[in-house]
């Protein structure tokens, strides 16, 4: 390090051993010490270390047809708080289980799997056990995308409210197609119909209206229509995805739920998206390790083996995973221990870089001078409804030119929250808050992952900030 603060200072670099430098300088001082230098995203480094030990992440892409069955859906419930999400998926889970084989105990294990005939057919939907678009953006911010379909509950005596917007938001910005399950109509004054006109303004467009989404009455309270909904779940996932996976390769997934169990050590129960997980296995999870000991489904039934779209709750690894972590199966346990270990340390390395904001206005004009950005994207909290939505029109109003825009990629009412912070580091947005803050967790969060937030209670100083941001996004005419 010493050499190169020295020739730094003579290419005229004021540097110190650990700061960070910008990615043109580091290419000036790879000419000057005759070296190549190869910039690498996270995501690169990480493809390499697996590279090193003949795990190749690509290999889905080249995966011929024959080696391909269906697997069932991956179902995340979204909605409005009380709308009826933790019933409905109650409902679903009990209904399902046959309590004779379980000896009538279920476990909440964080997923679980349910069988439902379709067309003479017996067919398997996987839900995600724990219900919001919190639980649904933090995964996404990790790099897992398990969810295929996402069941939107909106209670029918109470109609579309700020968090059903989000949800939509949510599922829309992962591309994940939307089950509507108009909720609670045994309720006296319930009105599917208002909820169905109203859902229409967001795109969700009832079939019977001409529209491509499936909506659903239901009561998740006395098991009213739960058959069908779970029909149209299938029939949603076959009509826009294609579900299928490769069983006969090492298995991968992702982390849903994990926790230290006095008895039993690191619990974690993961899904299964490639492959089949065995007993047996050796599996690296984020910087956690192991061997898998023994794997439980949601009844507490022992397995050995778990095909795509499984959940399973294994035992044997060595630490607890972080829940969205990427799970895989390595060659051997000397190779799961190597690759968590390096995992680990160029995640301490990454910590201290991310100290610099990464995602500020700056950033984004020097994005765009190379061609890597078109649209700034934008999260806005504000303290009433009133003021973000004002915020909103005027920021849509701001022309600057064809080649850039702004878009909203999320807004809501109250303080800057995690979701909001995972959600803008996902989607390389910034956040304005208007006369809101977050709390220190969250403020911690934003700067860790190198989210930038503009607080503003005056609408055309907010306005005038982004304008300026947009016109240095212009490229340049030649
Ligand atoms: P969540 O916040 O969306 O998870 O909502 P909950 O599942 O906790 O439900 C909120 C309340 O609505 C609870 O008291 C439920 O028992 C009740 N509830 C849920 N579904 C129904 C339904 O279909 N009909 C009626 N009458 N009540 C329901």
């Known amino acids: 390090p010493a050499s190169l603060v020295t020739v730094l200072f003579h290419l005229g670099e004021m540097a110190t051993a650990t700061q960070s430098l910008n990615e043109d300088t580091f290419q000036i001082l790879?000419?000057?010490?005759?070296?190549?230098?190869?910039?690498?995203?996270?995501?690169?480094e990480d493809k390499e270390l697996l590279q090193q030990f003949d795990i190749n992440l690509d290999d889905e892409q080249d995966m011929d047809d024959e080696d391909l069955v269906p697997r069932p859906p991956v179902v995340t419930v979204m909605g409005h708080v009380d709308h009826g999400k933790t019933r409905l998926?109650?409902?679903i889970r009990k209904t399902n289980v046959s309590l004779k084989e379980a000896g009538g105990i279920t476990q909440r294990i964080g997923a679980y799997q349910v069988s439902v005939h379709l067309n003479g057919e017996e067919r398997k939907i996987t839900f995600l056990d724990t219900p919001g678009h919190e639980a649904f953006t933090a995964m996404r911010a990790r790099g897992a995308e398990l969810t295929d379909v996402a069941i939107l509950v909106v209670a029918a005596d109470d109609?579309?409210?700020?968090?059903?917007?989000?949800?939509i938001n949510h599922a829309q910005a992962a591309n994940v197609p939307i089950v509507v399950a108009v909720n609670k109509i045994d309720v006296p004054g319930a009105n599917p119909e208002k909820v169905r006109g109203q859902l229409t303004e967001f795109g969700l467009v009832p079939e019977e209206y001409g529209g491509d989404t499936m909506f659903v009455d239901?009561?998740?309270k006395k098991n009213i229509n739960i058959d069908k909904l779970l029909e149209a779940v299938l029939l949603t996932a076959d009509a826009t995805l294609?579900?299928?996976?490769?069983?006969?390769?090492?298995?991968?997934?992702?982390?849903?739920?994990?926790?230290?169990?006095k008895g039993r050590g690191a619990v974690a129960t993961v899904l299964v998206q490639q492959g089949?997980?065995?007993?047996?296995?050796?599996?690296?999870a984020g910087t956690s390790y192991g061997r898998v000991r023994a794997m439980l489904d949601e009844n507490g039934n022992s397995l050995t083996a778990a095909l795509p779209s499984r959940p399973v709750s294994v035992l044997g690894l060595t630490s607890v995973p972080t829940a969205g972590d990427l799970?895989?199966?390595?060659?051997?346990?000397?190779a799961a221990r190597q690759i968590a270990e390096k995992r680990a340390a160029s995640e301490r390395a990454a910590q201290l870089a991310k100290r610099r904001k990464v995602v500020s206005l700056e950033e984004f004009k020097e994005q765009f001078a190379k061609s890597e950005i078109d649209m700034?994207?934008?999260?806005?909290?504000?303290?009433?409804?009133?003021?973000?939505?004002?915020?909103?029109?005027?920021?849509?109003?701001?022309?600057?030119?064809?080649?850039v825009g702004i878009q909203v990629i999320h807004r809501g009412v109250g303080a800057i929250t995690q979701n909001d912070v995972n959600l803008a580091s996902v989607d390389k947005a910034v956040i304005i808050g208007f006369n809101v803050r977050p709390n220190r967790q969250v403020a911690d969060l934003a700067e860790r992952e190198g989210v930038e937030i503009k607080y503003y209670s005056v609408i055309y100083k907010a306005i005038e900030d982004i304008e300026a941001a947009l016109k240095g996004m212009l490229k340049p005419e030649f």
């Open 159 to 167: 109609g579309v409210m700020p968090q059903t917007v989000e949800a």
């Open 242 to 261: 294609d579900l299928r996976a490769n069983p006969n390769m090492p298995a991968r997934g992702a982390t849903v739920e994990a926790r230290l169990d």
């Open 327 to 334: 799970f895989l199966v390595a060659p051997d346990d000397r």
């Open 30 to 44: 790879g000419e000057e010490i005759g070296w190549n230098i190869k910039i690498v995203s996270s995501e690169e």
């Open 218 to 220: 239901i009561s998740a």
């Open 276 to 284: 089949t997980l065995h007993v047996g296995d050796a599996i690296v």
């Open 376 to 403: 700034l994207n934008v999260v806005i909290k504000g303290d009433s409804s009133g003021s973000v939505e004002a915020l909103e029109d005027s920021l849509m109003k701001i022309e600057v030119s064809d080649e």
């Open 89 to 91: 998926l109650d409902t």
